[in-house]
């Protein structure tokens, strides 16, 4: 069955650090990958996400995440962290061979911005 | 436009009380998929439908649990006999088509549900 690692439940960096999120997944045939964001008592907000073609995929808010195979990775990143980006941020798959299409999250990593 | 309506956003039940807990869906969009994301977890699936059809309920916990989409738009989740363990917030998500080829999933705020 798939599942979401992300190593880190919290992490903390200086406003204007680099922000590295990670994740790993664990099928052998690569899934449909996501970030989502969520913020206290909202829902999840899509970030990005990669389905085919271009492994480097970028999203809203200065945020980017690689698809890696041979790692079996899908780390978010950003350059330079804002204090806004305080919030949580969950991984998820889609397992492309799953007729339900449903999405299977990690367990969540809160990002916390220092000023 | 408006997105992932839910309500109630909050709901406090006293154990063995039934709940029902509603999704409306962003107009046109197919299918309709319920998580359940407990207290520091991630969500997790419940339910999903295409339609009014319902095509995988295979993450409902027990049989206490039922969702309904009776016209293709929207939906009910209902928890029957509510335990403490049931505590949790309940997300629902639509997407335009069928939800495949990696089609986003656009969710709503969610419902808390406490049971006391």
């Known amino acids: 069955a798939q599942s979401v690692t992300q190593l880190g439940s919290h992490v903390s960096v200086s406003e204007g650090a680099l922000v590295l999120l990670r994740c790993n997944y664990s099928?052998?045939?690569?899934?449909?990958l996501f970030w989502y964001v969520q913020y206290p008592n909202q829902g999840l907000q899509l970030l990005l996400k990669?389905?085919?073609?271009?492994?480097l995929v970028k999203g809203i808010n200065g945020f980017e995440a690689e698809f890696k195979k041979s790692e079996t990775s899908f780390h978010l990143t950003k350059p330079s962290a804002h204090m806004s980006d305080a919030a949580e941020y969950f991984c998820?798959?889609?397992?492309?061979?799953?007729?339900?299409?449903?999405?299977?999250f990690g367990s969540g990593t809160r990002l916390l911005v220092r000023p | 436009g408006a997105g992932v309506s839910q309500s109630p956003r909050y709901k406090v039940a006293k154990r063995g009380q039934d709940v029902a807990l509603r999704c409306d869906p962003i107009s046109g969009h197919v299918s309709l998929f319920w998580y359940q994301q407990a207290l520091g977890q991630g969500p997790e699936f419940l339910t999903y439908?295409?339609?009014?059809?319902?095509?995988?309920k295979s993450g409902l916990p027990s049989d206490r649990f039922f969702a309904e989409r009776p016209e293709g738009s929207v939906s009910t989740l209902k928890i029957q006999r509510t335990q403490q363990e049931d505590s949790a917030v309940y997300l629902c998500a639509s997407s335009l088509l069928g939800g495949g080829e990696g089609e986003t999933q656009y969710f709503g705020p969610g419902t808390r549900l406490l049971v006391l």
């Open positions: 439908f295409q339609n009014e059809a319902q095509l995988d």
């Open positions: 998820a798959v889609s397992d492309r061979l799953d007729s339900s299409y449903k999405l299977i």
């Open positions: 990669y389905t085919t073609g271009a492994t």
């Open positions: 099928s052998s045939v690569p899934p449909y």
